[in-house]
């Protein structure tokens, strides 16, 4: 499961120490799913639960064994804490806390896989909405949008996404595509998807055709906002001397992109290209690294965010 580090512009935890938190964050879903998977065991060693025996899998991404040297040490309940805020709440340790009559409905690995899945996405949109001090006023729909869990669910622990992060540039204020943060490279990404199998033409215009059965209608090239996320991204990496490659790419899942004088600079991947480019990026094998994180950092730090003060911890009057 990738890492959500931003999300529009809420406060993210990732803003405070980039450093610390993609780490932590590992660790602590490897542990939880270890409790979440052993609950569910002793569950249906009782009788509560009745299952038919089936193969285990060790599907669950861990740590590389190659660890980082600024990974290690980071994290355990009895390490000393980095953060600078007050102590920590209670609701990361209680995130996943399920009573019994919940795992009852759990008869399959598959049932269990899902569960801790929906839970983990639940925490991640938790934290790249607040802080322990800090939280932002959270537009629901992110709970259930289906491109922001697909890529959240489906992509490697040390990938990290910022999605569609508002970000201040040149003094303006500029809603951006989606950027993944790969050990590797960033992705600047934005998906094109419609009705299945429809058919668009890329062009240098502003505007692209799209052809559906019978009917044809223009549509706003995606290759326009997507041209203004790599250009404030790369802008910035080389401002604070990030050397990481920057690529961009317009993803459809369902459907077809047809453009014979498409720029060398962008990547088409299409219904016919989607499942391979995406199982490469899901069988990516890395730690995280320091220009990774470095890169992070740099976009982070000029993500806009809006936030409240948490109620719990105002000062009385």
Known sequence: MAQLIKLQNYISRYEQD???????????????????????????????????PGKEENWLLEEPKEKHSLLRGLFSKKEKRVETEPGPLQEDEALFSMNESEFIYLQTEEDVKKAFVDKMFAFQVKWASS???????????????????????????????????????????????????????????????????????????????????????????????????ETIAKKLLRHHEVDIPVRKAILSRNGYIDDPSAPADIYYIDKREFPRWFQEMRQFSSPLKTIQLKAAKVLLAHADSISLRRPEWEEEI
């Not at 938190?21 to 879903?29: D, F, I, S």
């Open 18 to 52: 980039p450093f610390h938190y993609p780490a932590r964050y590992v660790r602590l879903k490897k542990g939880e799913w270890e409790k979440f998977h052993n609950q569910w065991e002793y569950q249906r060693s009782t009788g509560i639960i009745h299952t038919e």
């Open 131 to 229: 802080t322990l001090l800090h939280q932002s006023p959270l537009d629901h729909k992110y709970y259930v949008d289906e491109q922001l869990k697909f890529l959240a669910t489906r992509l490697p622990d040390t990938f990290l996404i910022l999605y569609k992060p508002v970000f201040r540039f040149q003094k303006a204020v500029v809603e951006l595509d989606i950027v993944l943060i790969t050990p590797l490279q960033v992705w600047c990404l934005t998906f094109l998807e419609e009705q299945d199998e429809a058919v668009f033409t890329g062009s240098s215009d502003r505007f692209w055709m799209k052809r559906f059965r019978e009917t044809e209608s223009k549509v706003l090239s995606p290759a326009v906002s997507l041209a203004r996320t």
